[in-house]
């Protein structure tokens, strides 16, 4: 993680106090009938700083009990349906709807100014996208359709650090559609 130096405010890399993480990751898959895949899968996850000295607080701008910079609960579900379209081509349906919990992007008080709220202590945001695939093989070429972010959400990803106005924020890539093509020499 960051640390700035409490004698100049040089920033380095290091290591603070003590955490803990928590949590439980599932995944679940089945097949009702032929050709139909259903699955899901996600996590959930408890994970604080723990142990802190008052040297690490100023240094890191950590507080002890603190989340880390994860979701507590992540997961996605997704239908597949393959079929046969003739004898010699086979195709698929997909639908997959993903969704990501919020969580801090660093930690509320200006490193090497443990008294200062950080100004940009901020949070991502949860979300959930879906995206839907279609696809055909005819022997040896391939297509395949596709449209990701469905309903173009363009919640908050990531936070760098620094301040440099809405640069500093990770978005969804916004709705995008296309088409696939391959072929197997």
Same mark, same amino acid.
């Given at each position: 993680?960051?640390? #700035?130096? @409490?004698?100049?405010?040089?920033?380095?890399?290091? #290591?603070?106090?003590? &955490?803990?993480?928590?949590?439980? !990751?599932? !995944?679940?898959a089945a097949r009702p009938f032929r050709? =139909?895949? @259903?699955? =899901?899968?996600?996590?959930? #996850?408890?994970? !604080?700083? *723990? !142990? @802190? *000295?008052?040297a690490e607080a100023?240094?890191?701008g950590a507080e002890k009990?603190?989340? =880390?910079?994860?979701?507590?609960?992540?997961?996605?579900? *997704? &239908?597949?349906?393959?079929?046969?379209?003739? &004898?010699k081509t086979d195709a698929f349906v997909s639908a997959n709807v993903a969704h990501v919990g919020k969580f801090p992007g660093l930690f509320p008080n200006v490193p090497g100014s443990p008294d200062l709220i950080n100004p940009t202590y901020d949070f991502t945001d949860a979300y959930t996208v879906v995206n839907l695939v279609a696809g055909a093989d005819f022997g040896a070429f391939r297509a395949t359709a596709y449209i990701e972010n469905l309903f173009d959400s363009k919640k908050i990803t990531y936070v760098h650090p620094e301040a440099f106005l809405d640069g500093r924020y990770a978005r969804l890539r916004p709705m995008t559609f296309g088409l696939r093509l391959g072929y197997d020499f």
């Open positions: 993680m960051q640390a #700035n130096r @409490l004698s100049d405010q040089i920033q380095f890399a290091t #290591n603070i106090g003590a &955490a803990v993480s928590k949590g439980i !990751e599932f !995944e679940i050709g =139909l895949g @259903l699955f =899901l899968n996600g996590s959930f #996850n408890d994970s !604080e700083v *723990t !142990e @802190l *000295t008052d100023a240094m890191s009990g603190i989340q =880390l910079a994860s979701p507590h609960f992540q997961g996605s579900a *997704t &239908a597949r349906y393959d079929f046969a379209m003739s &004898a």
